[in-house]
């Protein structure tokens, strides 16, 4: 589902501004191994948004999707616009990969910039978990992998390939366990609502869902995310199930990503 959650998603943490254990925690037993649903894989698509809070546009992405070499393959550019350039200059690339048979990750790959240094981060997943590396121009030592172990484990670009999966009929609920880049989350995603939308891109059908975050702290507690309080996310309800809208409560008021266009790019 194209630019999908990831833009809205590489973006969307820039905008707010593990190491592996052993030990069960009671949590996880009420996180059933997640599987994919019988709704078919998004067909090949390239897409904008607009990123911003309040009613002030931010930044912008394109993306593109589709299967390559036997993956399914989301790329992504994006960056501040405008006044708020001037501000703050941010530009990320973002590469996520995953199979399409099961909908697991199999790696993503994102370089931030800023005006004074250069982000880098890799994560690559196994099935029971991930290694991450994370490298920054600005710092003095070599970057230290981290691993993370929980099984099923998603990043963003597979968990929203789970989700739109499903039947998602009113009141059902999702509980994942996903790894956008430094840290893990509990996500707790209720289908609130069948409903209508406009967005830069149309009017659609819809499907509302809810989203609760919880992190998994290095003791592999579950703690309050300091700065997400919730968030809303639609997408189509159709055959293509398009990330059209994500609103998020956060600290700093109400950020959102929002599609302003799409095209198909091959048959699905």
Do not use: C
Request: proline share 6%.
């Amino acid at each position: 589902m194209g630019a999908r959650f990831f833009l809205a998603i590489g973006l969307l943490p820039a905008l707010l501004g593990g190491t592996a254990l052993a030990a069960a925690a009671p949590w996880e037993k009420t996180v059933p191994l997640s599987k994919r649903g019988a709704f078919p894989n998004p067909r090949p698509m390239r897409a904008t948004y607009q990123f911003g809070w309040n009613d002030l546009v931010a930044a912008t992405a394109e993306i593109s999707f589709g299967e390559k070499d036997g993956q399914l393959q989301l790329t992504g550019t994006g960056g501040t616009i405008g006044l708020v350039r001037t501000l703050w200059r941010f530009d990320v690339q973002h590469l996520a990969k995953a199979d399409p048979a099961t909908l697991r990750p199999i790696s993503m790959h994102q370089v931030d910039e800023l005006r004074h240094k250069t982000v880098t981060t890799d994560l690559a997943f196994n099935p029971g978990g991930v290694t991450r590396t994370r490298t920054d121009t600005k710092a003095k030592k070599p970057p230290t992998p981290k691993s993370f172990e929980f099984p099923g484990l998603l990043d963003l670009h597979s968990a929203l390939l789970m989700i739109r999966s499903q039947p998602l009929t009113d009141g059902s609920v999702q509980r994942l366990v996903v790894y956008p880049a430094t840290n893990a989350y509990l996500a707790t995603i209720t289908v609130a609502a069948h409903e209508s939308v406009t967005v830069g891109a149309g009017t659609y059908k819809a499907i509302k869902l809810d989203l609760q975050l919880s992190k998994v702290n290095k003791k592999r507690e579950l703690e309050p995310h300091k700065k997400f309080r919730q968030a809303s996310v639609w997408i189509s309800d159709d055959a293509d199930r398009l990330l059209l809208r994500i609103e998020a409560r956060v600290f700093v008021g109400t950020v959102f990503a929002e599609m302003q266009s799409v095209h198909f790019t091959g048959a699905r």
